[in-house]
């Protein structure tokens, strides 16, 4: 299982982004994946996850009402709209998968990682 991330950049507050994952190898619907990011010098932080099957999600409640996690299960691919920027949201942000239903919230329930994209917000 290969994930790739794209859609990061230089962006500034109030502005919006969508990051992709695109999954290629064995990524079944039934599988559940997230988001995480890492600011420069701290370890990875939990952004949002999607369940297999049914879809359930979850956000981090730094990110809740701005940022929405969703995948398309036909093209393999996982998104992150993030609305109404901040700053503080500038990050390395990284795609994950795990050969489970049942959505995680902790770096260690994941198997599967991306080498991550880039997002900054300037002020």
């Known amino acids: 299982v290969q994930l790739v991330e794209s859609g990061g950049g230089l962006v500034q507050a109030g502005d919006s982004l969508r990051l992709s994952c695109v999954a290629s190898g064995r990524i079944l619907s039934s599988y559940s994946m997230g988001w995480f990011r890492q600011e420069s010098g701290k370890g990875r932080e939990f952004v949002a996850a999607?369940?297999?099957?049914?879809?359930?999600?979850y956000h981090a409640n730094s990110v809740l009402g701005r940022f929405t996690i969703s995948r398309d299960n036909a093209k393999n691919t996982l998104f992150l709209q993030m609305n109404s920027l901040k700053p503080e949201d500038t990050a390395v942000y990284y795609c994950?998968?795990?050969?489970?239903?049942?959505?995680?919230?902790?770096?260690?329930?994941?198997?599967?990682w991306g080498q991550g994209t880039q997002v900054t917000v300037s002020s």
């Open positions: 994950a998968a795990r050969e489970n239903p049942v959505l995680g919230a902790m770096e260690h329930d994941y198997w599967y």
């Open positions: 999607i369940g297999g099957n049914n879809g359930r999600t």
